[in-house]
């Protein structure tokens, strides 16, 4: 019967290519915007994850209550000891020790004398270390406009905007003001190695990064930390897996009054990120209703086009004893079948553009000259397994739901007109 109703189909492309077309560009449509809405979703979160919350964030209570001013006064001690026990109980994930700090970057000429000055946003990784793959993990290697990577301490990479800005070259000297964990005043001498691109205005225009054994020295914050990261082994974000994670350790020192106890927030948690991550899922949900909704709108009025074309068909299957139930059953099935098509067609296409936009992207860099965002300036879709069926979903429905619509008219058919009409 399949094979039967699918040579109907295919020889009779007059009732099977404008619905063939109509679910290939729904379909189409549909696998393109959920690539790149999980591409462009997934790239925020992984460039906050990788910059400024971790899958997971350790810092002190009162770190914690007042870390937008970055109260290195309040951070953590004995961070060695800690990463040590850490290791012990989550063997599943990588800690790595982050100090961020601010103040002023002056720039000295030949006399000594200072020929520009801007603010700076600091912050201190490990980059000796190999095994924290930090570098790796921040793209600091692949993203140099200048230079090369410190390789000794007193070597620092600034942002490319903020070098132009105070007319820097590479070995040029400058000398940082702040204050130290204690509240008294530090200055710190760096040679610049290397300027760099993060692709995010918030950082380009005033970043400078630093080892973090310099950041400590400076800092006054010997095996001090202002933040504990920790990022999962597998490079994937488990939502229920780093919540489990935090709940448990958090139990741990939930009696603890110490406002220099540590804490532990999962991602979502910080900047605003759970709603994000929610919105993602909730607008993939949204547009595959809205288009089965609407596919199913335009294929029920080509349902009822197609069954006002074939209403002589329909008559003359009846009025030769075959059932209403057994006609409406066949329509559906090949509804089924071309929605099958449909989506097959539709798939193929939706993919090819999803791994262009996965390849190319689109640049938004122009829209983010004076944001403070952390985002990508390149916002690209994400190629996934559930992409290869997700068009099936609104292809098949639609379709299906359109034709059971239009379908219902068999059963309106009265056995005593069918005969009038066959006899004209």
Same mark, same amino acid.
Request: charged share 20%; hydrophobic share 45%; aromatic share 10%.
């Given at each position: 019967?399949?094979?039967?109703?699918?040579?109907?189909?295919?020889?009779?492309?007059?009732?099977?290519?404008?619905?063939?077309?109509?679910?290939?560009?729904?379909?189409?449509?549909?696998?393109?915007?959920?690539?790149?809405?999980?591409?462009?979703?997934?790239?925020?979160?992984?460039?906050?994850?990788?910059?400024?919350?971790?899958?997971?964030?350790?810092?002190?209570?009162?770190?914690?209550?007042?870390?937008?001013?970055?109260?290195?006064?309040?951070?953590?001690?004995?961070?060695?000891?800690?990463?040590?026990?850490?290791?012990? !109980?989550?063997?599943?994930?990588?800690?790595?020790?982050?100090?961020?700090?601010?103040?002023?970057? !002056?720039?000295?000429?030949?006399?000594?004398?200072?020929?520009?000055?801007?603010?700076?946003?600091? /912050?201190?990784?490990?980059?000796?270390?190999?095994?924290?793959?930090?570098?790796?993990?921040?793209?600091?290697?692949?993203?140099?406009?200048?230079?090369?990577?410190?390789?000794?301490?007193?070597?620092?990479?600034?942002?490319?905007?903020?070098?132009?800005?105070?007319?820097?070259?590479?070995?040029?000297?400058?000398?940082?003001?702040?204050?130290?964990?204690?509240?008294?005043?530090?200055?710190?001498?760096?040679?610049?190695?290397?300027?760099?691109?993060?692709?995010?205005?918030?950082?380009?225009?005033?970043?400078?990064?630093?080892?973090?054994?310099?950041?400590?020295?400076?800092?006054?914050?010997?095996?001090?930390?202002?933040?504990?990261?920790?990022?999962?082994?597998?490079?994937?974000?488990?939502?229920?897996?780093?919540?489990?994670?935090?709940?448990?350790?958090?139990?741990?020192?939930?009696?603890?009054?110490?406002?220099?106890?540590?804490?532990?927030?999962?991602?979502?948690?910080?900047?605003?990120?759970?709603?994000?991550? !929610?919105?993602?899922?909730?607008?993939?949900?949204?547009?595959?209703?809205?288009?089965?909704?609407? /596919?199913?709108?335009?294929?029920?009025?080509?349902?009822?086009? +197609?069954?006002?074309?074939?209403?002589?068909?329909?008559?003359?299957?009846?009025?030769?004893?075959?059932?209403?139930?057994?006609?409406?059953?066949?329509?559906?099935?090949?509804?089924?079948?071309?929605?099958?098509?449909?989506?097959?067609?539709?798939?193929?296409?939706?993919?090819?553009?999803?791994?262009?936009?996965?390849?190319? +992207?689109?640049?938004?860099?122009?829209?983010?000259?004076?944001?403070?965002?952390?985002?990508?300036?390149?916002?690209?879709?994400?190629?996934?397994?559930?992409?290869?069926?997700?068009?099936?979903?609104?292809?098949?429905?639609?379709?299906?739901? +359109?034709?059971?619509?239009?379908?219902?008219?068999?059963?309106?058919?009265?056995?005593?007109?069918?005969?009038?009409?066959?006899?004209?």
């Amino acid at each position: 019967m399949i094979q039967f109703l699918l040579k109907g189909i295919l020889r009779d492309k007059s009732r099977s290519i404008l619905p063939i077309v109509v679910v290939s560009i729904g379909v189409a449509l549909t696998v393109m915007l959920s690539a790149y809405m999980k591409g462009a979703f997934g790239d925020m979160i992984d460039q906050n994850a990788r910059f400024e919350t971790g899958h997971v964030k350790i810092m002190t209570k009162a770190y914690a209550e007042n870390k937008a001013q970055l109260p290195n006064d309040l951070a953590l001690l004995e961070v060695d000891e800690l990463i040590e026990s850490l290791e012990k !109980d989550y063997p599943e994930m990588q800690w790595v020790s982050r100090i961020k700090f601010g103040g002023l970057i !002056d720039v000295p000429d030949e006399k000594g004398e200072s020929k520009g000055q801007g603010p700076a946003a600091g /912050m201190a990784i490990n980059l000796f270390d190999e095994e924290s793959g930090e570098a790796e993990r921040m793209n600091i290697e692949s993203s140099l406009v200048k230079g090369a990577m410190p390789q000794k301490n007193g070597e620092a990479i600034i942002g490319h905007d903020f070098a132009k800005k105070l007319n820097l070259n590479i070995g040029d000297e400058i000398t940082y003001f702040g204050t130290t964990m204690n509240g008294s005043m530090t200055f710190q001498n760096f040679v610049v190695s290397g300027t760099i691109r993060f692709g995010a205005a918030a950082m380009d225009r005033g970043a400078i990064v630093v080892d973090v054994s310099d950041a400590q020295k400076m800092l006054d914050m010997e095996n001090g930390a202002g933040e504990l990261l920790g990022f999962s082994k597998l490079n994937a974000y488990d939502d229920e897996q780093v919540k489990e994670l935090a709940d448990s350790f958090n139990k741990k020192y939930a009696d603890d009054a110490n406002e220099f106890a540590p804490i532990m927030m999962p991602l979502r948690e910080q900047n605003n990120l759970g709603e994000m991550i !929610d919105y993602s899922n909730y607008m993939s949900g949204i547009f595959v209703f809205i288009f089965v909704f609407a /596919m199913s709108i335009v294929l029920w009025n080509t349902g009822l086009l +197609g069954g006002l074309r074939r209403y002589q068909e329909f008559g003359i299957r009846l009025a030769l004893g075959e059932a209403k139930g057994t006609i409406y059953r066949r329509l559906i099935m090949e509804a089924v079948l071309i929605g099958v098509i449909g989506s097959i067609v539709g798939t193929m296409i939706g993919l090819a553009g999803a791994y262009y936009l996965q390849i190319v +992207g689109i640049d938004i860099s122009g829209y983010m000259d004076n944001s403070t965002m952390l985002m990508p300036s390149v916002l690209r879709a994400k190629v996934t397994p559930e992409l290869f069926f997700i068009g099936f979903i609104p292809g098949l429905l639609a379709m299906v739901f +359109g034709n059971m619509l239009s379908g219902i008219g068999i059963y309106k058919r009265e056995t005593a007109q069918l005969f009038k009409e066959l006899e004209v």
